[in-house]
């Protein structure tokens, strides 16, 4: 069973950055996707970018609207483990950030939750203007 530790959640103001990362242990980490999700009070939980993960680790990136041009998907494969450094934060961005491994390669169903077999348990992202 794969278990994913997220960690880099705090508060900040907007317009400041933070670095979320993901260490994933007990699985296959290449040629994989794996992918950060959101969920903020009262609503439904989205995909805010993804990667397919590979040996060398240049794999094919996806990202939300919402938050392209400010977040950016990163792997290091000596340390199994996916980071998101967000910058630009908005007010809006405050949510919980989840973590998320599949058992294949991302697909165009990247940002919905169903590919996704195994869940970190979530870190805070609060951003206040």
């Known amino acids: 069973q794969a278990q994913l530790v997220e960690s880099g959640g705090g508060s900040v103001q907007a317009g400041g950055s933070l670095r979320l990362a993901c260490a994933v242990s007990e699985y296959s980490f290449m040629n994989k996707c794996i992918g950060w999700f959101r969920q903020a009070a009262g609503k439904e939980r989205e995909g805010v970018a993804a990667v397919y993960t590979t040996y060398t680790g240049g794999g094919l990136t996806y990202y939300a609207d919402s938050v392209k041009g400010r977040f950016t998907i990163s792997q290091d494969g000596a340390k199994d483990t996916v980071y998101l450094q967000m910058n630009s934060l908005k007010v809006e961005d405050t949510a919980m950030y989840y973590c998320?491994?599949?058992?294949?390669?991302?697909?165009?169903?990247?940002?919905?939750?169903?590919?996704?077999?195994?869940w970190g348990q979530g870190t805070q992202v609060t951003v206040s203007s």
């Open positions: 998320a491994a599949s058992n294949r390669w991302c697909e165009d169903t990247w940002s919905s939750v169903a590919p996704y077999a195994y």
